[in-house]
């Protein structure tokens, strides 16, 4: 089948005598793949003559073209993707110089094969995605071929090489280790392909390091597990303040964490102040509870009354409406907290049947403490007591399949962590964002100090790179402006990432559609000195992440005062 404008049907005429008859050989091209060939097997659009479809795309209804991270789009998974990756490396339209494009597709095959569960297939696949680009190209390096190790650790993990599968991981982690998107990737996969609840809890808790929202995962895990010295522990590290911004893009749902962080905050408080009364911490118990109904006092005061003639807008209204809602249900989490922990100090009296009585099995409180409970009742008999660890150990089972199935990473949740392609073009150079006002601020970085306190907010965008990178430069920012604050360490207490897009409107509200508008990362830091850390920090000693270490690392690749690149 020929498309227009790629050349005629190539015929080679080869002419001999046999009897008195010349003999044609022709020499047809590779049939062209549909357009849905390519986005069914990456997620990305067919090529065309100028641009390849994924590092560059179209933008201003089709009339130009522009370098970018495009956004995929994929709905086919596995062993139905796969002829779709073979029709597409045929077509004719993937040009030699979109080698790029070639290796993406070879590892979306890839991972369509793993799903299919071909694991040998798909190292084979992968490493001829590998071949497929110059030696040494670094941006290769440091996207697609990442995202090819982690595939291949999946693939090793599955044909039994768990120690080959650890190697591949620990080189991305080794290659980009203040990349959290990278980090999540690796987390999942080695979760995935964990059993032992010790080493589950470590990676997790080595992983919060840079994402700290691992320490709510590792909290609750702990919880489950009985394991409370490292829950009271652990449980100073969980923040729900999220990192702040100018206010300039509408985060959709940014509103209702808030609302959301109210009743985790209570939540999170009335179990640590369980686990410290079961080690035996009872005023620090009380202490805990006593700054979470503080807490919520705060949360649902009364607003504040105004001048005479001055009333507060609805908006302001309806938004302390739903606090208060948030810290009703929050004070209700809180209360039962309380009555479990009263509950624990006189379970010695029951028995399994009194328990029973006692206890609200639908509360996902009462269910995550269960086993403790059980521990601590009377039992009169070797039969009883034999019982009674029969359910705790039947319990332990219940909770060792439920986190198994949590961390099970499937094909769509992989496609979406693996690093996006990345070329010279993307990558930009470290700097500063304008001032949001007179100057844009879409690249580039933006530093907020919160109002009395020494913590600081980092934001760095881009309209061009991808996530991975974008989180680099917003670390390379973090270490920068802790380093300005005279301090040579920080410690990442929260972070988020920001999808942009943007929706253009003309006149009478026509809507011109919305396009890609980059990423943001932002975090919330806490610039310390390592040698005088406050005592309050002492034990978040190992989170400490070094301002020099950082920009040794990140420095020669983005900084433009560094050597080229």
Known sequence: MLRAGQGNLGVSMRVGLIGATALAVVTATPAAASPGDFSMCDGYAAPTKKIDGMTKGTWLWGLASRSADIRRSQTAFG??????????????????????????????????????????????????????????????????????????????????????????????????????????LTLSIRLANETDRETQRRLIKENARLSPAGFVRLFWLEMVYSDFRGAADNGQDVSFDLPRGRGDWQIQGLESQKYQAIEKRADVAGARAYALAAIGKVDASRAAIAAAEADLAEVMAPLPPLAAGETYGKSKIASHDRQVDAGQVATSK???????????????????????????????????????????????TPSEAGARDDLIKSLYGKIDAAIAKDNVL?????????????????????????????????????????????????????????????????????????????????????????ERTLTTYGMYGINYGTSNNGYEARMRILPVNAADLPADLDHSRWRL???????????GIYLSTAPAR
Not at 363 to 379: C, Y
Not at 469 to 485: D, G, S, V, Y
């Open 545 to 555: 992440i070094r301002a020099d270490e950082v920009e040794a690392a990140l420095g």
């Open 334 to 380: 809180l209360d039962r907290w309380k009555a479990l922990i009263a509950l624990r100090a006189r379970a010695g009296t029951l028995t399994i049947q009194t328990l029973r009585t006692e206890v609200d099995l639908k509360q996902s409180s009462t269910m995550t403490v269960l086993p403790d409970l059980l521990g601590q009742i009377k039992v009169a």
């Open 410 to 498: 499937t094909i769509r949740e992989l496609v979406e962590l693996l690093p996006r392609p990345e070329t010279a073009s993307m990558v930009p150079t470290f700097a500063g964002a304008g001032d949001g006002f007179f100057l844009g601020d879409q690249n580039g970085f933006y530093t907020k100090r919160e109002a009395d306190s020494k913590y600081l907010n980092i934001r760095y965008g881009g309209l061009l790179t991808n996530r991975a990178t974008i989180e680099e430069l917003a670390m390379l920012a973090a270490a920068q402006q802790t380093r300005k604050a005279g301090m040579d360490s920080f410690l990442v207490d929260s972070r988020m990432f920001v």
């Open 79 to 184: 062993a139905e993707a796969i002829p779709a990756c073979d029709a597409a490396l045929a077509d004719p339209l993937l040009l030699p110089q979109y080698w790029l494009r070639r290796a993406h597709l070879l590892q979306a095959k890839a991972t369509h094969q793993l799903d299919a569960g071909d694991a040998a297939g798909a190292l084979v696949t992968l490493a001829a995605s590998d071949a497929a680009a110059p030696a040494k190209d670094l941006y290769f390096e440091r996207s697609v071929m990442m995202g090819n190790r982690a595939l291949r650790a999946i693939a090793d993990f599955k044909l039994g090489k768990k120690d080959d599968a650890l190697a591949e991981l620990g080189t991305i982690e080794k290659e980009r280790p203040y990349a959290a998107f990278l980090r999540q």
